[in-house]
C-alpha cells in the first residue's frame, strides 16, 4: 500500500527561523534544510512530503485576509496531489487563519492542520521537531477532515481554538468545545471524527478584506468611542461585554447601537470571559443591547467571529441575512441550544 502524501505550506513563522546577531529571522531555505538532517521524519512510519516554502515568509503579526486567500488557493491547487496538509504559521494569529480557513474550504474532506512552535526548530528545546512531526503523521493516519489545529500534543477543531499563553509550550486551548485528538502515548480521538473521501470537489469561497471593528467594554466606557468606531465605512463591530454578555445601561450608547443597526452595521456580542457563552435574555442590561438591534455570538472566540464576519459580508448578503447566519452553527465554531 503506498504511503499518504502531506504538503506542508511553510508560510512564516518561528519554527523555521535562524539565530542571528539581531535575534531570530526568518531565512528563506532553513526550515527545508532543518527537517531533512533529522532523521526522525523520514521513519518508516512516517508519510511522504513535500515542503512549500512561501516567498517572502510571512510573520504572523503581518497576515491579512489576503494572506488566508493566499493559503486556501494554495490548498486547492494541490488538493487532488496529496492526502493532507499541514500549514507552519506563526503563533501570534495562528488562531485567526484556522478560523479563517475553516469558512473558505468548503466541503472539505482532508485534514488541514495549521501547526507551528514557540522555539525555532533549530533550537535544542524547540517544540516544533514534535508539533511537526505528530501534524504529519495524524494527517496521514487519523485524517480529521476539518480545518485543526495542532500544538503541544492536542488537536483542536481550527476554529473554536484560541492563543492562551504567551510563551508557554500550551499556547492554545479550546476553551468551549473538547480536543479533537490527543497525542499521548497512545494517540487517542476525542471529539474528531476519522474522514473517508467522498471524492467531492473542494470549493473555496473568495473573501475580501472587511472593516470589522472591535470594542472591549470596561467601566466607564465613553458613547463616543462607539460614535467615532461606527462611522463609515465599519460594516461590522464585534462588543467585547461583561459575563453573560452585559454592558452599560446607558440610553446613549444603546441610541447610538440601535442607530448602527438601522444603517445595516453588523453587532455582535461576545463575552469578555475565556470560557461560556452569551445569553443576552439573563439580565435586563443583556436584554436591552438585543432590543438595540444587538445579536449574541454565543460561545465563539473572537477569532472564530471575525472569520465568520469576513466570510458573511464576502458573499453578497444582506444585513439580515448575515445577522441571522451569524448566529447559526455553519460548521462547528458555535453551540447551537
Not at 497512545?186 to 471529539?191: D, E, P, R, T, V
Amino acid at each position: 500500500m503506498p504511503k499518504r502524501s502531506i504538503y506542508v505550506a511553510y508560510t512564516g513563522g518561528t519554527i523555521g527561523m535562524q539565530k542571528t546577531a539581531n535575534g531570530f529571522v526568518p531565512v528563506s531555505g532553513f526550515l527545508t534544510d532543518c527537517v531533512q538532517s533529522m532523521p526522525e521524519f523520514y521513519h518508516n512510519e512516517m508519510p511522504e512530503f513535500v515542503i512549500h516554502e512561501y516567498s517572502p515568509l510571512i510573520d504572523s503579526s503581518n497576515m491579512a485576509p489576503t494572506d488566508w486567500q493566499m493559503i486556501a488557493n494554495d490548498i486547492q491547487a494541490n488538493y487532488e496531489k496529496y492526502d493532507g496538509f499541514v500549514i507552519l504559521h506563526g503563533t501570534d494569529t495562528m488562531a485567526y487563519t484556522a478560523s479563517a480557513l475553516s469558512f473558505m474550504l468548503q466541503g472539505l474532506s482532508k485534514p488541514v492542520i495549521v501547526t507551528g512552535s514557540q522555539i525555532p526548530l533549530a533550537q535544542l528545546r524547540s517544540d516544533g521537531q514534535t508539533n511537526l512531526l505528530n501534524s504529519l503523521y495524524i494527517a496521514a493516519n487519523y485524517p480529521v477532515a476539518e480545518v485543526c489545529l495542532f500544538f503541544n500534543n492536542k488537536l483542536f477543531r481550527g476554529n473554536r481554538s484560541t492563543k492562551a499563553h504567551a510563551d508557554g509550550f500550551d499556547a492554545f486551548a479550546s476553551p468551549n468545545f473538547p480536543m479533537l485528538l490527543e497525542a499521548g502515548i497512545k494517540i487517542n480521538l476525542k471529539a474528531g471524527k476519522i474522514s473517508k473521501p467522498t471524492g467531492e470537489p473542494l470549493d473555496v469561497v473568495t473573501i475580501s478584506p472587511q472593516p470589522v471593528g472591535v470594542v472591549t467594554l470596561y467601566p466607564g466606557i465613553s458613547t463616543d468611542i462607539f460614535n467615532n468606531i461606527l462611522q463609515q465605512p465599519v460594516k461590522a463591530l464585534i462588543l467585547l461585554t461583561f459575563g453573560v454578555g452585559n454592558a452599560p445601561q446607558d440610553k446613549n450608547l444603546l441610541d447610538t447601537l440601535k442607530q448602527a443597526d438601522e444603517r445595516g452595521i453588523i453587532l455582535v456580542n461576545l463575552t469578555q470571559c475565556f470560557q461560556g457563552k452569551v445569553n443576552m435574555g439573563g439580565y435586563a442590561t443583556g436584554n436591552a443591547l438585543a432590543q438595540a438591534g444587538v445579536i449574541s455570538g454565543a460561545d465563539m472566540t473572537i477569532e472564530a467571529a471575525l472569520a465568520k464576519l469576513h466570510y458573511l459580508l464576502s458573499i453578497g448578503l444582506t444585513s439580515a441575512q448575515i445577522k441571522q447566519r451569524m448566529q447559526e452553527n455553519l460548521i462547528g465554531e458555535l453551540t447551537v441550544d
